[in-house]
């Protein structure tokens, strides 16, 4: 089943899909948060849409994140193991960090880019979301606790990335210091800029829920700019899957229904591209496009700003 949120009649409405170019509203429910909170009401409202609701031309749909506010966008760091060579030194468990809700924006929405910015290229990724909210959940259980898949583009400014970064004298205890402290040379770079910025959460169309994807990690993924294919991967890839990200995230912080996990980025090139990392949007401009199978494409034009 394919759900989405679209703007509609002024507010938001959730659509389910009934053909490849046609959907129908799904009345009273406002995103997929709230489909999912609603339960077997929802779902008897959504096969009641799909049998004769209001239908909407797919290609005419003004899309919305499929879930408008989530309490928290969690991306997993440098979980692709096609080119595990990038990574000289990095911990044997998934690396996160938070992405804040109001960078999100819907498939067709404008990622809109200054020069202040510098440079910001692509990070094509499949993303989680979350249906049964949990905390410590054994890896045996994590699917249980997906609502579905979709697509999250994880825009990023290495130029904001290299600005945020200290390189510091980092005191740590030391029992044989006369102080009892030592100093460790450190690098640290926080991601609320370069990762969070307004319209740097491209997500969905569609969410894809699990019945039609028993299987998250057998999904092509590609990266297109104005065209040109870029990366041409498959979730195979991913380092460390969905139910150990789900299970071991879990222990540190109470997933909740309605949270996105984005599974890090899709790097392998294709045959033709080069790196994700070179397409840089601020200066390039265009159209850029993400597609992962069975869910579909993710496309944003992208547009100047002061």
């Known amino acids: 089943m394919r759900l989405g949120t679209i703007e509609h009649e002024g507010g938001s409405a959730v659509i389910v899909g009934v053909s490849d170019d046609e959907a129908a509203i799904v009345p009273g429910y406002a995103d997929l948060a709230a489909v999912i909170a609603g339960g077997p009401a929802a779902s008897a409202a959504i096969e009641a849409a799909a049998r004769s609701g209001e239908r ?4 005419a749909a003004s899309w919305l994140p499929p879930v408008l ?3 928290k966008v969690i991306a997993i760091a440098l979980n692709n193991s096609a080119n ?4 000289m030194r990095g911990p044997d468990t998934p690396a996160s960090f938070i992405k804040p809700s109001s960078s999100l924006i819907g498939s067709g929405k404008a990622i809109r880019l200054s020069e202040r910015f510098g440079r910001v290229h692509p990070e094509p990724e499949l993303a989680v979301v979350i249906g049964v909210g949990g905390a410590d959940i054994p890896v045996e259980a994590a699917y249980s606790h997906v609502y579905g ?6 825009l990023t400014s290495p130029t904001m990335r290299d600005a945020d970064t200290f390189h510091y004298r980092a005191i740590h205890p030391d029992p044989e210091a006369a102080d009892g402290i030592k100093y460790v040379d450190s690098w640290v770079s926080y991601p609320g800029r370069y990762k969070g910025a307004d319209t740097f959460g491209p997500i969905g169309p569609w969410v894809v829920t699990t019945d039609d994807i028993p299987d998250p990690h057998t999904l092509q993924i590609t990266c297109s700019h104005d065209g040109r294919l870029v990366t041409d991967d498959n979730t195979a890839n991913l380092r460390f899957s969905v139910a150990e990200v789900i299970a071991f995230m879990s222990t540190y912080m109470t997933l909740e229904p309605g949270d996105i996990i984005s599974m890090g980025t899709a790097l392998k090139r294709s045959a033709k591209g080069g790196a994700v990392q070179n397409v840089d949007l601020t200066r390039l401009g265009g159209v850029i496009e993400v597609s992962i199978e069975k869910i579909g494409t993710l496309s944003n034009p992208v547009e100047r700003r002061d």
């Open 56 to 59: 909407v031309a797919v290609d």
């Open 69 to 71: 506010r989530p309490g």
């Open 84 to 87: 595990p060579d990038r990574i």
């Open 149 to 154: 898949y979709t697509i999250i583009n994880d």
